[in-house]
C-alpha cells in the first residue's frame, strides 16, 4: 500500500495539531509521530527582522519536495508523511514550514523528518527576502544547509 | 523555449519570464548563461557571478554541463532558502 503522502505549498497557516491527527486517525500502525515546524524568527545575526518573504517556483516546489518524500518512504518504513510549506509575507512567531512522519517505531520518523528538512533547506525552490529597519534584502544561503543535506548521501 | 527567473535574478534582469530561441551553438545551460550575459546590462548584472546561479529544467535541478537540447522551461535562481 502506498504511504499516505501530502504536500502542500500554501500561502496560509497551517493548523499543527489537526494535520498530526489527518495522518493518525483511524490508524492502528503507527507507533511514532515526529514533526518538525520552522518558525520565522525575529532577528537574525543580531539584526531585527519586521518579516519575511518568501518567493517560490510554482510546480517545482511541489514537484522537487516529492521527489524527496519519495526518497524517505524508500530509506525508511514510513505509515504517513505530511508537508506544508508557506510563501508570502510571513512574520516573526509565524509558522513556514511543517513536516509531520509517521511510522511505527521512532528512530525512522526522526530520521526521516531530520532528513526531509534538510534537502528542502538545500534543495527546494523558496526564496527569503529579508524586511528590516534599513529596508529589505534577500537573504543569502548557509553554505552548512548543503553541507547538512550532503551528509544523508552514502559514499 | 520559455526561461523563468526568480528571487534576485529576477529582480536583476527586469522580468519574470520570456520566450527566446538561443543560437544553435548554445549548447548547455552554462553556455546559455553566457549567451544571456551578453544580451544587456541587467543580464550581465544578474550572471556576474555564474557560480551564485542555480538552474532548472523543467522543474528539475540540473548542472551547467547539462544540455538544453528539447527543453520547453529553463530556470535560473540563487541558492535556495527556504525551510
Known amino acids: 500500500m502506498p504511504v499516505p503522502l501530502t504536500i502542500r505549498i500554501q500561502q496560509n497557516d497551517f493548523d499543527v495539531a489537526a494535520e498530526i491527527a489527518a495522518l493518525t486517525r483511524g490508524r492502528a500502525d503507527i507507533g511514532a509521530v515526529v514533526n518538525f515546524i520552522g518558525i520565522c524568527r525575529g532577528s537574525d545575526d543580531g539584526r531585527h527582522v519586521t518579516a519575511l518573504t518568501l518567493e517560490h517556483y510554482p510546480g517545482m516546489a511541489e514537484a522537487e519536495i516529492g521527489r524527496h518524500a519519495d526518497e524517505a518512504c524508500q530509506r525508511w518504513p514510513l505509515a504517513g508523511l505530511t508537508i506544508i510549506h508557506r510563501h508570502g509575507r510571513i512574520e516573526p512567531g509565524e509558522n513556514i514550514v511543517l513536516v509531520v512522519t509517521a511510522s511505527a517505531h521512532r528512530e525512522a520518523a526522526f530520521q526521516a523528518a531530520e532528513f526531509l528538512m534538510d534537502f528542502l533547506k538545500a534543495n527546494a525552490p523558496f526564496w527569503k527576502r529579508e524586511e528590516n529597519a534599513q529596508g529589505s534584502a534577500w537573504v543569502e544561503a548557509h553554505h552548512n544547509d548543503d553541507a547538512a543535506a550532503a551528509r544523508w548521501t552514502k559514499p | ?83
Open chain 2, 1 to 83: 523555449m520559455k526561461i523563468v527567473y526568480f528571487a534576485w535574478v529576477r529582480e536583476r534582469i527586469g522580468k519574470a519570464e520570456e520566450t527566446l530561441d538561443p543560437p544553435s551553438a548554445v549548447r548547455t545551460v552554462g553556455d546559455l548563461i553566457g549567451w544571456l550575459a551578453e544580451r544587456g546590462e541587467e543580464y550581465a548584472y544578474a550572471f556576474a557571478a555564474p557560480r551564485s546561479i542555480r538552474a532548472a529544467i523543467d522543474r528539475t535541478h540540473v548542472k551547467p554541463e547539462t544540455a538544453i537540447a528539447g527543453a520547453r522551461e529553463i530556470a535560473f535562481f540563487p541558492p535556495m532558502t527556504g525551510g
